[in-house]
């Protein structure tokens, strides 16, 4: 069975472009290792300029893999380089009933 996660990434000062690249790069690196299922990911930004992205992960085993495989693990580094990561309670939208969010318009 697999699990949807949301990953929120606050882009550093000036790095919002960057950080989208390395975005466009994410699900297909994961689907190429074997990590994610076929189900489509969608991204959105917050009003704090923080992206979101949700997509599933094949399984938890899927998860730990990832941590080990060095394919993501460079990749994971490109975010570091443009982004921090922030806890979905930290989103001001996460507080509403019925969260809204600018879509970010590109075909991952």
């Known amino acids: 069975m697999g699990i949807i996660v949301i990953a929120c990434f606050k882009p550093k000062e000036e790095k919002e472009e960057e950080l989208l690249e390395v ?5 297909p690196v994961l689907k190429k290792e074997g990590l994610i299922t076929e189900r489509d990911s969608v991204v ?9 992205e949700v997509f599933e992960w094949k399984s938890q085993k ?13 990749l994971w580094k490109r ?4 982004c921090s990561y922030e806890t979905l309670s930290s989103i001001e939208e996460s507080k509403s009933m019925f969260p809204g969010f600018q879509p970010v318009d590109f075909k991952i």
């Open 23 to 27: 975005i466009k790069d994410h699900m």
């Open 79 to 82: 975010f570091e380089n443009v």
């Open 62 to 74: 899927a998860i730990d893999l990832a941590h080990e495989n060095p394919n993501v693990l460079e």
């Open 44 to 52: 959105m930004r917050s009003g704090n300029g923080s992206i979101l």
